[in-house]
């Protein structure tokens, strides 16, 4: 105690246990920071972190002691999937040096001065209609935002995602959270996606006019690819507006598993034969989030892909987690062995720009590098 109050720590409760400390807070009504050992006498670090969480007692958590990396890294990712933040580690035995340097760069970033704890309290998603998104999609309200993607070494841009966006006139902007599982519930996918891509279309061959060529990146499920003729439809929609297939990439984001027990041997061969003849036409094809759901190796043995995408996840690890930074480089070997791009989502910091290109990593995407943006602000950053 008295290290933490020579380290400038205002008031400090001190608790035997993990019993001890949660009654303690319960009457305090909360604290800024937690400080916890993860192997506590009785109640285990886990457990107390859980209860924690769950509580709303706490803003942030400090450990306190030199774990195995491993669960070191559970315990961080279990502290932020609560919504706490993670203050640091102090290590053992206690050196105020290093507390007080901890505190310092917790005030500095605001924490301390946020409104007394309170049970979290998470903003809830809009979730119009069924008959709301049907309006939307007949007046055209439904429009492509663009997040590109660039050469980490020299800073020139790769191409661009395409992300649905929803300009609702009475909610404001909204997110794909707040339509996507509705659309795809009520089959309504492929309407957002031609919608989606005519207006890529559009942009492409606006650009086209001052001879600038961008590949934009378009996300499809996999069920969308065991329709008969998609291939035939994309060839079409580019006929007409006079644009060439290497403009286009068709990353599969579905959760569900392309050639898995929910598909029949008739919808594993459409959508291969989709696959084969837009790569033939010059298409790329990009697996997305590696490392994630049923984005699995296999799936890259059997499928043309020629670009993978890494899972963000890794990426926000990369500065405190040992084993998201083997994977990272497990990917990019894997990536040149199998002659495809890698593309490192999630790019937030410099810190993991730098570190990402030493890795080997040569593309990225990511708020550190640019946010999406709107069709007409995206054709003014290409002209730049």
Not at 87 to 115: E, I, N, V, W
Not at 262 to 276: D, I, K, W
Request: negative net charge; charged residues 20%; aromatic residues 6%.
């Amino acid at each position: 105690m008295a290290s933490l109050l020579s380290a400038g720590a205002g008031q400090v409760h001190q608790a035997a246990h993990g019993t001890e400390a949660l009654e303690r807070l319960e009457r305090c009504g909360g604290v800024d920071v937690a400080i916890c050992n993860l192997r506590n006498p009785g109640m285990d670090g886990a457990a107390f972190l859980g209860l924690l969480g769950r509580s709303g007692l706490a803003r942030a958590v400090m450990l306190c002691e030199e774990a195995d990396a491993r669960l070191h890294s559970a315990a961080v990712s279990m502290i932020r999937c609560f919504d706490l933040a993670f203050a640091g580690d102090l290590g053992m035995p206690l050196d105020p040096a290093r507390l007080r340097r901890q505190l310092q760069r917790f005030t500095a970033c605001g924490s301390a001065q946020a409104p007394p704890p309170s049970l979290p309290v998470q903003p809830a998603v809009p979730q119009p209609s069924i008959e709301d998104i049907r309006l939307g999609l007949a007046r055209g309200e439904f429009v492509a935002h663009y997040q590109p993607k660039f050469w980490l070494r020299s800073g020139e841009m790769n191409g661009a995602e395409v992300l649905a966006r929803w300009e609702h006139p009475r909610l404001g902007l909204l997110g794909p959270a707040s339509f996507l599982p509705t659309m795809e519930a009520s089959g309504l996918i492929d309407t957002l996606f031609v919608q989606l891509l005519e207006q890529g279309l559009a942009l492409q061959r606006e650009l086209a006019r001052y001879a600038v060529q961008i590949e934009l990146a378009f996300n499809v499920q996999a069920s969308q690819l065991a329709r008969r003729f998609f291939a035939e439809r994309i060839r079409f929609a580019l006929a007409q507006k006079q644009l060439p297939a290497s403009g286009l990439t068709f990353e599969v984001t579905e959760t569900g598993e392309i050639g898995g027990a929910s598909h029949e041997a008739g919808q594993m061969a459409c959508s291969l034969e989709n696959m084969l003849r837009l790569r033939l036409m010059g298409c790329g094809l990009a697996l997305d989030d590696l490392g994630k759901g049923h984005s699995s190796l296999a799936r890259l043995c059997d499928y043309p892909f020629n670009q993978v995408k890494l899972d963000a996840a890794f990426v926000h690890k990369l500065d405190h987690c040992q084993a998201s930074r083997a994977v990272i480089g497990a990917a990019v070997a894997l990536s040149q062995a199998i002659e495809a791009q890698l593309v490192a989502e999630g790019v937030e910091t410099a810190v993991q720009k730098r570190e990402l290109l030493a890795m080997g990593c040569e593309i990225g995407q990511g708020f550190a590098l640019a946010m999406p943006m709107p069709g007409q602000r995206f054709l003014r950053y290409c002209m730049e």
